[in-house]
């Protein structure tokens, strides 16, 4: 990016675009564009205007220490904030109703998905707290300091690039069998996960050749089944392993099935599986 631009002007008869500050926002003020990299400040209060922040809205910004959410926010980007190295606090004002934050942590308004933990925390270790059940894309992005990161078992899917470049990272507990996306954890290091024998995590560290540590098993459980026809069964398990069998064709549609789609990974098909529908 333009690690050296430190303010942005826009001409006052532009119809599509503001500038206040040097910060580049929308016409309306309503979206937060761009605020430069290389602008002096260590504190930024969004203004209370703004609904959304969009793509590198905040990106390599140096100086910045703390950033203010205002109760206006509705959304945020995934790639919204990152790579800013002196980021210690995301303050989220408490009138907020999609966003909140913990400890300068910033979580959505239900602390279910833990969304930025800002790269200049000092802490050596963190527990994501009990009751998240995701951990979003960039959400621990070069973090430095981390050694130690426990996801408690609450946790059900680890998003793409969920943790990145944190260099010093070397142990990493999950307590329970979530959905780990391909390079979920690309730390610029070695690292060992700690997890349960059989569950995703094993598998993920199989796949990617990343040491691996018990702290126990895995009971792999049934989590739906049905019939699809009156010859041909299917299973869903705790893995997401989808499992058909019985004898004869699979229909044309798999209404039963349509709520589990997201969770199925892994389709088994037995061999009285006569003929599969393509459209």
């Not at 793509?55 to 910045?64: D, G, N, Q, W």
């Not at 960039?138 to 996801?151: E, P």
């Not at 059989?198 to 796949?207: D, H, I």
Request: with cysteine; aromatic share 8%.
């Amino acid at each position: 990016g333009c690690i050296k631009l430190a303010s942005v002007t826009v001409h006052a008869d532009n119809k599509t675009f503001l500038s206040e500050n040097g910060i580049l926002y929308s016409k309306a003020m309503d979206t937060l564009l761009l605020y430069p990299p290389a602008k002096s400040g260590t504190t930024y209060t969004i203004p209370s205007t703004v609904e959304s922040l969009e793509r590198y809205a905040l990106s390599e910004v140096a100086e910045l220490t703390v950033l203010i959410i205002p109760a206006s926010v509705r959304s945020i980007n995934s790639y919204a904030i990152e790579h800013c190295a002196a980021l210690t606090a995301i303050n989220v004002d408490a009138e907020n109703e999609n966003y909140t934050s913990e400890n300068g942590i910033l979580y959505d308004i239900r602390k279910s998905n833990l969304l930025i933990y800002p790269s200049a925390k000092t802490a050596a270790d963190f527990t994501v707290p009990n009751g998240v059940e995701t951990i979003s894309v960039c959400a621990f992005n070069n973090v430095s300091a981390l050694r130690t990161l426990t996801i408690p078992g609450t946790v059900t899917a680890v998003r793409t690039e969920a943790v990145v470049n944190c260099e010093n990272l070397t142990d990493i507990y999950i307590g329970g069998s979530p959905v780990i996306e391909e390079h979920a954890f690309d730390t610029g290091s070695e690292f060992t996960l700690h997890g349960l024998t059989g569950s995703r995590v094993e598998l993920y560290a199989e796949k990617y050749g990343i040491s691996f540590v018990s702290t126990g098993s895995y009971t792999v459980s049934v989590v739906a089944q049905g019939e699809l026809t009156g010859t041909v069964s299917w299973t869903l398990d705790s893995l997401g392993t989808l499992t058909l069998t019985g004898t004869g064709a699979l229909p044309d549609t798999f209404n039963d099935l349509s709520v589990y789609a997201t969770s199925v990974r892994i389709i088994n098909i037995g061999d009285g599986i006569t003929s599969i529908p393509y459209d």
